[in-house]
Nanobody
Framework: QVQLVESGGGLVQAGGSLRLSCTAS????????MGWYRQAPGKQRELVAR???????NYADSVKGRFTISRDNAKNTVYLQMNSLKPEDTAVYYC???????????WGQGTQVTVSS
């Protein structure tokens, strides 16, 4: 079993920054993909950014140039540095872990990010 623990959400003014962290524990497979998704009220969950264990990243167009995803494989931790935040970034942010080798797809409990105008 894999467990994810997220931290770092909160309330920030537009233009501000936040950093989210997500640490995985348990039966971690060395080759995996970790990422962040978000879900705003009344909207579907959407990809924000993800990163492979080899460091390959991809981002949603809406966050390119503002958000940076990184990871520390030794700590099984993924980070999301969010800069120049906008009110439309307000959502619950969920950490995700995928291991295709053992077909595991795990979600964190979510952390609220609120950006005030």
């Amino acid at each position: 079993q894999v467990q994810l623990v997220e931290s770092g959400g909160g309330l920030v003014q537009a233009g501000g920054s936040l950093r989210l962290s997500c640490t995985a524990s348990g039966s971690i497979f060395s080759i995996n993909v970790m990422g962040w998704y978000r879900q705003a009220p009344g909207k579907q969950r959407e990809l924000v950014a993800r990163i492979t264990s080899g460091g390959i990243t991809n981002y949603a167009d809406s966050v390119k140039g503002r958000f940076t995803i990184s990871r520390d494989n030794a700590k099984n931790t993924v980070y999301l540095q969010m800069n120049s935040l906008k009110p439309e970034d307000t959502a619950v942010y969920y950490c995700n872990y995928i291991s295709y080798s053992d077909m595991v797809n795990i979600w964190g409990q979510g952390t609220q990010v609120t950006v005030s105008s």
